[in-house]
């Protein structure tokens, strides 16, 4: 059962446009939303990160909106450039007992058109 | 660079064998995470140690066991190899093992079962 889904799974922007990637989750028990960015051939990285007692967080470009009632959080990339190009994750997790497991989403593929 | 450093990076196998992934975590983290990442399943959490004690634990397989050392270091074992194991593993740590901890990845191991 996929607990974070997350949409759509590939996204072509022009440059200096708004890149829209959107997540659903089903725990409510999540407490910590991370959105990561994996370039070709590296690991993800973590880019923006938000609690559920804030409805948005920005960071430069980057903005995450949250929605608690509707269990759904959306990342927003601003002025969208072509470094922006990359696949991006959203994930949650649950606060307990010292352990810290992240449930990805299947990844969005962002083509940023110059 | 994250700071965490994976060997090797591309190892190919025959199926049956057993192979030894080796991670160290960035410096002064004590959580060390795997994880697995494939076209069909995307990324997937294995397990979790924190300072050499199993934490959390994921979808692992029983063929494939891990460990962390006193040295923080650690292992992945995966055993009785099958094609459907082909994947690139992450490993990836933090500080510590909350919720809400960066968790920062390394390059990954890229495995290829035949």
């Known amino acids: 059962q996929q607990q974070v889904k997350q949409s759509p799974q590939s996204l072509i922007v022009q440059k200096g446009g708004i890149s829209i990637i959107n997540c659903a989750y089903e725990?409510?028990?999540?407490?910590?939303f991370p959105w990561y960015q994996q370039f070709p051939g590296k690991g993800p990285a973590l880019l923006i990160a938000i609690r559920p007692d804030v409805s948005e967080k920005k960071e430069g470009r980057f903005t995450i909106s949250f929605n608690k009632s509707a269990k759904q959080f959306s990342l927003h990339i601003m002025d969208s450039q072509p470094g922006d190009s990359a696949t991006y994750f959203c994930?949650?997790?649950?606060?307990?007992?010292?352990?810290?497991?992240?449930?990805f989403g299947q990844g969005t593929r962002l083509t940023i058109n110059p | 660079d994250s700071g965490v450093t994976q060997t090797p990076k591309h190892l190919i196998t025959a199926t049956g064998q057993r192979v030894t992934l080796r991670c160290s975590p960035r410096s002064g983290d004590l959580s060390v995470y795997w994880y697995q990442q494939s076209l069909d399943q995307g990324l997937q959490f294995l397990i979790q140690y924190y300072n050499g004690e199993e934490r959390a634990k994921g979808n692992i397989l029983e063929r494939f066991s891990a460990q962390q050392f006193p040295d923080l270091h650690s292992e992945l074992n995966l055993s009785s190899l099958e094609l459907g194991d082909s994947a690139l593993y992450f490993c990836?740590?933090?500080?510590?093992?909350?919720?809400?901890?960066?968790?920062?990845f390394g390059e990954g191991s890229w495995l290829t079962v035949v």
């Open positions: 994930a949650a997790s649950r606060r307990g007992q010292g352990a810290q497991k992240l449930v």
């Open positions: 990836a740590s933090s500080v510590v093992g909350n919720s809400a901890n960066t968790i920062y």
């Open positions: 725990n409510t028990a999540f407490d910590y």
